[in-house]
């Protein structure tokens, strides 16, 4: 069992940044194996990609919508992801979650590749 556990967000006016943590908990964490990623879900709305990043590797991939503007990291020492976000949009406001799996590559955007979610963090930027 894994638990994962995100921190930061907040409020911010368009045009700022904010930084999200996610922590990972748990033995079965697979450092050679495991990629961790963000899904982000507005009202009313499917939950959507954000960037992953494969453990040991530590290479990043991003939707088309955050390329540029989000960076995301490891801490292998940690188990921590941070996820800087800047150039916020208001239409990046929504409920941002951490994931981990073991998708493949060409299933890494895909919700249900992956098996532990932590309880999800609020972004809110306003215009």
């Known amino acids: 069992q894994l638990r994962l556990v995100e921190s930061g967000g907040g409020l911010v006016q368009a045009g700022g940044s904010l930084s999200l943590s996610c922590e990972v908990f748990?033995?079965?964490?697979?450092?050679?194996?495991?990629?961790v990623a963000w899904f982000r879900q507005a009202p009313g709305k499917e939950r959507d990609f954000v960037a992953a990043?494969?453990?040991?590797?530590?290479?990043?991939e991003y939707a088309d919508t955050v390329k540029g503007r989000f960076t995301l990291s490891r801490d292998n020492a940690r188990l921590t992801t941070s996820m800087q976000m800047d150039s916020l949009r208001p239409e990046d406001t929504a409920i941002y979650y951490c994931?981990?799996?073991?998708?493949?590559?060409?299933?890494?955007?895909?919700?249900?590749?992956?098996?532990?979610w932590g309880q999800g963090t609020q972004v809110t930027v306003s215009s």
């Open positions: 994931a981990t799996g073991r998708p493949h590559t060409s299933t890494l955007n895909s919700a249900g590749e992956y098996d532990y």
């Open positions: 990043i494969r453990w040991e590797s530590g290479t990043a």
């Open positions: 748990g033995r079965t964490f697979n450092r050679y194996r495991n990629t």
